[in-house]
């Protein structure tokens, strides 16, 4: 803001006016009050302004604090790839982005995806709607529901075709299942995050984050990052095979609306899975703690 040249600080002690110099802010003009004695010019107040919310991580450092958290032992000794991107594509961390990684139950993302694009969801499958299916297929992960839809539609090809005219890179995953059990299975990071943020505004958006577990709250993500900022803003898919972790979805997010990430991590089959999932929430917690900086 412009300093002003001069202006009047008041303060209201037995009727005095106290005058300072050099204030620099926005300022109030007062209408000029009438006392038993004389009549007070107008003068100019300084009103400092609000202050804006200083805690946190500057978006500048996010890569130090998140390479921090998986260039330690053990985590260090598998493949992390990470994506974090803005709905609108903005990048805020990247990690292996268009590496193929096993994304474990990651994938019924892009099945769920492709049946909330091609069937009604008020269609039936063995006498429960497609809305149902997708519900119980992403919230409690159930493997049988992802592979019967994905038979459903018609197998990989034809998810291949629905998710292309989505704008999915078919060249960005590799489909062998529905459920994601197939170690065969490969995805990208951004194949996953790029799904995301075409579902934020596709037909039947509504069910596709109905569908997704909530952290703290409820499906796969109950019992995790409870008692915590993320806790009920975190709506994600997780993933789970020997040696792989992955979380895929929304956080909302108060610097950025909502951001879209995809966290996956093959290592050894011997890796503590606990440890895993320890690295995965602390990230996440990170994430929803960064903040725009000047």
Known sequence: MNKLSSCWKTIIAVASILTCSNFATTSKLL????????????????????????????????NLVVNNVIDRPPLNRGKWGILVQTLEGKTLYYRNPDSYLIPASNLKLLVTAAALQKLNPSGLIRSKSIREWILETNLRSNNQYADVLLRYLGGSHSVQKILTDLGIDSRGYRLRDGSGLS???????????????????????????ASLPVAGTRGTLKNRLRFSTT????????????????????????????????????QPTNQSGSVLVEAIDKIVLLLSSMITCS
Do not use: W
Request: with cysteine.
């Open 31 to 62: 209408a000029a009050p009438t006392t038993g004695l004389k009549t007070i010019e107008p003068i100019e107040i300084y009103v400092p302004p609000p202050e804006k919310k200083s805690l946190g991580i500057c978006s500048r450092y996010i």
């Open 231 to 266: 806790q009920g803003h975190v709506y994600a898919k997780t993933g789970t095979l020997k040696g792989v972790r992955s979380l895929s979805g929304y956080l909302e997010h108060p610097d950025y609306e909502a951001v879209v990430f995809s966290i996956i991590t093959n």
């Open 183 to 209: 170690r065969k299975n490969l995805a990208t990071p951004r194949t996953i995050v790029t799904t995301l943020q075409a579902m934020h505004s596709a037909p039947n958006n509504d069910i596709f984050l």
